[in-house]
Protein backbone atom coordinates (compact mmCIF):
# COMPACT_ATOMS: atom_id res chain seq x y z
CA UNK A 1 0.00 0.00 0.00
CA UNK A 2 2.57 2.38 0.61
CA UNK A 3 4.64 1.53 -2.51
CA UNK A 4 1.03 2.77 -4.17
CA UNK A 5 1.42 5.93 -2.37
CA UNK A 6 4.92 6.23 -3.23
CA UNK A 7 4.49 6.07 -6.73
CA UNK A 8 1.49 7.51 -7.02
CA UNK A 9 3.54 11.13 -5.86
CA UNK A 10 6.17 10.51 -8.05
CA UNK A 11 3.47 10.19 -11.24
CA UNK A 12 2.66 13.55 -9.23
CA UNK A 13 5.69 15.11 -9.21
CA UNK A 14 6.39 14.32 -13.00
CA UNK A 15 3.19 15.89 -14.16
CA UNK A 16 3.63 18.98 -12.17
CA UNK A 17 7.41 18.64 -13.59
CA UNK A 18 6.10 18.29 -17.45
CA UNK A 19 3.67 20.80 -17.11
CA UNK A 20 6.56 23.33 -15.99
CA UNK A 21 8.80 22.35 -18.84
CA UNK A 22 5.76 22.54 -21.29
CA UNK A 23 4.60 25.83 -19.70
CA UNK A 24 8.46 27.20 -20.38
CA UNK A 25 9.22 26.30 -23.81
CA UNK A 26 5.98 27.64 -25.13
CA UNK A 27 6.88 30.77 -23.62
CA UNK A 28 10.49 30.97 -24.48
CA UNK A 29 9.38 30.10 -28.35
CA UNK A 30 6.38 33.04 -27.86
CA UNK A 31 3.71 30.69 -28.43
CA UNK A 32 0.59 31.37 -26.38
CA UNK A 33 -0.58 28.77 -23.97
CA UNK A 34 -4.03 28.32 -24.82
CA UNK A 35 -5.34 26.57 -28.04
CA UNK A 36 -4.34 24.80 -30.65
CA UNK A 37 -0.81 24.13 -31.79
CA UNK A 38 -0.28 23.84 -35.46
CA UNK A 39 1.94 20.23 -36.50
CA UNK A 40 5.30 22.38 -37.31
CA UNK A 41 4.49 24.04 -33.63
CA UNK A 42 4.35 20.92 -31.95
CA UNK A 43 7.61 19.62 -33.38
CA UNK A 44 9.02 22.76 -32.31
CA UNK A 45 7.92 22.25 -28.98
CA UNK A 46 8.77 18.91 -28.66
CA UNK A 47 12.48 19.13 -30.06
CA UNK A 48 12.85 21.78 -27.38
CA UNK A 49 11.87 19.92 -25.19
CA UNK A 50 14.19 17.34 -26.38
CA UNK A 51 16.84 19.67 -25.79
CA UNK A 52 16.05 20.43 -21.91
CA UNK A 53 15.13 16.43 -21.41
CA UNK A 54 18.23 14.54 -22.82
CA UNK A 55 20.79 18.30 -22.90
CA UNK A 56 20.66 20.19 -20.35
CA UNK A 57 18.80 23.45 -22.28
CA UNK A 58 17.97 26.18 -19.59
CA UNK A 59 14.93 27.95 -20.76
CA UNK A 60 15.18 30.06 -17.75
CA UNK A 61 18.14 31.81 -19.53
CA UNK A 62 17.20 31.05 -22.90
CA UNK A 63 15.13 33.32 -25.57
CA UNK A 64 14.07 31.78 -29.04
CA UNK A 65 16.91 32.62 -30.36
CA UNK A 66 19.08 30.81 -28.22
CA UNK A 67 17.07 27.53 -28.80
CA UNK A 68 16.95 27.88 -32.59
CA UNK A 69 20.97 27.86 -32.44
CA UNK A 70 20.92 25.04 -30.57
CA UNK A 71 18.60 23.00 -32.18
CA UNK A 72 21.11 24.18 -35.33
CA UNK A 73 24.05 22.90 -33.72
CA UNK A 74 22.36 19.92 -32.71
CA UNK A 75 21.57 19.13 -36.38
CA UNK A 76 25.31 19.42 -37.23
CA UNK A 77 26.97 18.05 -34.87
CA UNK A 78 25.32 15.57 -32.48
CA UNK A 79 24.73 11.90 -34.69
CA UNK A 80 21.99 11.16 -32.25
CA UNK A 81 20.00 13.91 -32.79
CA UNK A 82 17.62 12.74 -35.70
CA UNK A 83 16.60 9.75 -33.58
CA UNK A 84 15.42 12.01 -30.81
CA UNK A 85 13.47 14.45 -32.78
CA UNK A 86 12.20 10.24 -34.70
CA UNK A 87 11.56 8.93 -31.21
CA UNK A 88 9.65 12.47 -30.22
CA UNK A 89 7.52 12.36 -33.34
CA UNK A 90 6.78 8.74 -33.25
CA UNK A 91 5.40 9.37 -29.53
CA UNK A 92 2.97 12.04 -30.60
CA UNK A 93 1.85 9.77 -33.50
CA UNK A 94 1.16 7.08 -31.23
CA UNK A 95 -0.41 9.47 -28.39
CA UNK A 96 -2.43 11.36 -30.62
CA UNK A 97 -3.54 10.70 -34.64
CA UNK A 98 -4.83 14.32 -34.93
CA UNK A 99 -2.45 17.10 -35.88
CA UNK A 100 -3.16 19.53 -33.53
CA UNK A 101 -2.51 19.64 -30.02
CA UNK A 102 -3.20 21.24 -27.17
CA UNK A 103 -1.22 22.30 -23.57
CA UNK A 104 -3.03 19.11 -21.79
CA UNK A 105 -2.25 17.18 -24.90
CA UNK A 106 1.23 18.08 -25.21
CA UNK A 107 1.91 17.91 -21.65
CA UNK A 108 0.80 14.04 -22.34
CA UNK A 109 2.85 14.16 -24.98
CA UNK A 110 5.83 15.06 -23.25
CA UNK A 111 5.36 12.27 -20.23
CA UNK A 112 5.39 9.51 -22.69
CA UNK A 113 8.19 10.60 -24.56
CA UNK A 114 10.11 10.46 -21.04
CA UNK A 115 9.11 6.95 -20.21
CA UNK A 116 9.99 6.15 -24.18
CA UNK A 117 13.39 7.88 -23.77
CA UNK A 118 14.38 6.22 -20.74
CA UNK A 119 14.16 3.12 -22.78
CA UNK A 120 15.78 4.56 -25.80
CA UNK A 121 18.95 5.41 -23.41
CA UNK A 122 19.04 2.11 -21.82
CA UNK A 123 20.08 0.67 -25.22
CA UNK A 124 23.06 2.77 -25.36
CA UNK A 125 24.35 2.22 -22.19
CA UNK A 126 24.01 -1.88 -22.61
CA UNK A 127 26.05 -1.25 -26.11
CA UNK A 128 28.77 0.65 -24.41
CA UNK A 129 28.87 -2.26 -21.39
CA UNK A 130 29.08 -5.16 -24.46
CA UNK A 131 31.88 -2.70 -26.60
CA UNK A 132 33.99 -2.47 -23.15
CA UNK A 133 33.93 -5.84 -21.76
CA UNK A 134 34.88 -7.17 -25.13
CA UNK A 135 38.44 -5.56 -25.11
CA UNK A 136 41.04 -7.29 -24.46
CA UNK A 137 42.22 -5.08 -21.40
CA UNK A 138 39.21 -5.38 -19.59
CA UNK A 139 39.76 -6.22 -16.04
CA UNK A 140 37.65 -5.41 -12.96
CA UNK A 141 35.56 -2.86 -15.01
CA UNK A 142 38.24 -1.47 -16.63
CA UNK A 143 40.13 -0.86 -20.15
CA UNK A 144 43.08 0.47 -21.62
CA UNK A 145 42.02 4.05 -23.04
CA UNK A 146 44.03 3.20 -26.21
CA UNK A 147 41.84 0.07 -26.65
CA UNK A 148 38.48 2.69 -26.87
CA UNK A 149 37.75 3.78 -30.05
CA UNK A 150 34.32 6.37 -31.09
CA UNK A 151 31.58 3.90 -31.84
CA UNK A 152 28.54 4.51 -34.72
CA UNK A 153 25.68 2.21 -35.29
CA UNK A 154 23.26 2.57 -37.76
CA UNK A 155 20.53 4.69 -36.32
CA UNK A 156 22.31 5.28 -32.94
CA UNK A 157 24.17 8.37 -32.01
CA UNK A 158 28.01 7.63 -31.64
CA UNK A 159 29.76 6.61 -28.41
CA UNK A 160 33.09 7.35 -27.09
CA UNK A 161 33.52 10.80 -28.37
CA UNK A 162 34.60 12.67 -25.23
CA UNK A 163 38.63 13.90 -25.29
CA UNK A 164 40.99 12.49 -22.88
CA UNK A 165 40.55 15.86 -21.00
CA UNK A 166 37.00 15.53 -20.89
CA UNK A 167 37.24 12.21 -19.45
CA UNK A 168 39.87 13.63 -16.99
CA UNK A 169 37.25 16.34 -15.97
CA UNK A 170 35.05 13.47 -15.07
CA UNK A 171 37.46 11.83 -13.13
CA UNK A 172 37.03 8.67 -15.17
CA UNK A 173 40.63 8.21 -16.14
CA UNK A 174 43.17 6.13 -13.83
CA UNK A 175 47.03 6.36 -14.85
CA UNK A 176 47.72 7.00 -18.53
CA UNK A 177 46.67 3.51 -19.76
Known amino acids: HSLAIVAAAIEHLVHGESISIVYAILTTLGLPIPGKRTEEEVDDILDT ?11 DVSVAEDVWKARS ?57 EELVSKPSHHQGRVKLSEVQPSQLTGRRQLFTQSVEDLRK ?3 LSGES
Request: aromatic letters at 12%.
Open 73 to 129: YLQTSHSGWPQLQALAKDVRKSTFSKNGLDFGEIVQVVEHIGQKYVDWQGKDCTRVK
Open 49 to 59: FMMVYAFGVNL
Open 170 to 172: LSV
